[in-house]
């Protein structure tokens, strides 16, 4: 091989609010912004005004905003069930996304895709597991033909690692070279199965399998996770694919009412949440922002719920 | 794997007749099979410890243990294949697919191996396997959660495909398909789980591969399964208010399909009606209606009519009510039926 990218795993210094840098005041937003917009679904749901299935990322809002200055337009994202944050890190449009989830006016697809199929311009999610992955390879593989320097990234939990989906693609992708970004939000469980009973092995020895670069972040420190996986996902935008695991925390339950972890369990969580942590390092300044974003969505959720319901019409 | 462990726990005897939800008829259904034979195995996504989304497995994992109850990674090609190689070895599992739609992933090994190493072999391999997939919409909730791929297995010549419509059925279906020595798909109607009903644990209603009549009728046949046998029974019961008279056939199997009594009664009314919340395009309502046209074509006295799902991915929940036949059209199909 000319070019061997296998198995750089660089592992990143844990968490603690004495590691965190001081966020700039756009990205500190948007992390709230998805903080309170995911616990204002929790409460609609209670409310009886939505149905069905949600999924939360509580705890996981500070990966997507990481991601947003290595990602140009170009580039493709898929997401998976837990994609609010996904969404609103990209597009920074929660209401097109609460429009979408309560079926009303100004839906970013009409109401017909919910929760978790989403499309829009360069995005697309959907909610059955591992299925993300070839797509997001066929889609490199064109960008590598004709959008040179351009990738796909795709969303992916722990415990989807066990669909053979996932694999069938990371050998195409370290085959055929392709702009691969895999980017794994690790949070230890997955329903109601803990990572060491569904995993066998460990993900970075996955990717080294397939000579596939691996990084693993355990840091919720946006400058820190910037400055390391920068200069890797520009060696995607070459053809050498990697896999970003980020160990991260699954705050809430995995949709509604149904977490079967022990108090123990989830006060390790709390402490460990990125929410704690910047709250702990930031005061003032993190308590005001705090505010600010939970006073937005309540009016979003106001706004959004008065309007009439969406319509379905052509494209 | 260890082998399974010798000792079951001993429940108290339960009252003969209970009533129970379609819900509760499928676990307690699953813990008689469970402790009948230690070789049936229970495997699937958080089928252990959260007891499956829909509960269906609770306590199972805590009574029987964690040789006989496996949480699996999330593989639904890996569960089937697994119980493909359990079953071939003497084992019983039985495979819970979380949700309709993620029977895809697994839809290689059903439909290439477990439809076929029965007769590949020569009848050589047995493969006593059920899969349970709770199937349908209503519960407002996203396409992959609200499917009805029921036709996609009842095509595939090798397997066996059931549906229970009621809590008694639920019971002993489910014993039933365990017990079969053949591959059994198992689909469950998600939204009427907590629907309740009798159920005599003394005595099976019947045999698994029989459709049923739940009510006699003069003027129109009406054949559903599933989550459909509600909706059928209950426009049965407002017809009649209006001076008709259904006759209302749960299938309950859908492959092979026992159409006999569907026959007999197509012969005294002369109309059929075939309800279902699947699409009906190339489905097992297409199938009927060929069949019946075929056997009963002198006795019909209107073509058979269709009421399904649209020809349609599921839409969103918020249009569910529109997708999902419902007591109007089952009437309004009636009402074509008779004017014909
Ligand atoms: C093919 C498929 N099987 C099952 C499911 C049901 N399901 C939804 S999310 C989930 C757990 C996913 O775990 P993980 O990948 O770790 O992501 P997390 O939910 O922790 O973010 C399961 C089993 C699904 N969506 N798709």
Redesign the interface.
Known sequence: MTNNMATTTIEMAPDGADHISPPADADLATMLLIRHFELALLDLFARGEL???THTCLGQEYVPVALVPLLAERDYVFSNHRGHGHYIARFGDPAGLLAEIM?REGAVCN???????IFRDRYLST?????SLPVAAGVALHLKRHEPGALALTYIGD???????VYEALNMAALWRLPLLVVVEHNGI????ATG???AGTIRARAAAFGIAHLRVENSSLTEIRATAGPLVERVRDGAPLVLEFVTHRLGPHSKG?D?RTDAELRQVRAADWHALYSEALGERFAEADAIAAARVTRLVDEVAARP??V?SKA | MAAPTMDRPTSAAPAPVQTLTIAKALNNGLRASMEANRKVLVMGEDVGKLGGVFRITDGLQKDFGEQRVLDTPLSESGIIGTAVGLAIRGYRPVCEIQFDGFIFPGFDQIVSQVAKLHYRTQGRLKLPMVIRVPFGGGIGAVEHHSESPESYFAHTAGLRVVTCSNPADAYWMIQQAIDCDDPVLFFEPKRRYYEKGEVDTTAAPGPLFRSRTLRTGRDVTVVTYGPMVRTSLDAAAAAEEEGRSLEVIDLRTLSPLDLAPVYESVRRTGRLVVVTEAPGESSISSEIAAKVQQECFYSLQAPVLRVTGFDTPYPPSKLEEEFLPDLDRVLHAVDRSLAW
Not at chain 1, 111 to 117: A, C, D, E, K
Not at chain 1, 127 to 131: D, K, P, R
Not at chain 1, 159 to 165: D, I, L, S, V
């Open positions: 149905h069905g299935t079926g109401g017909v895709g919910g929760s978790q199929h909610g059955v597991q591992g299925e415990g989807t690692w066990g669909e053979g989906a997955a329903q109601s199965t009973a569904q995993m149904d079967t319901p969406a379905w």
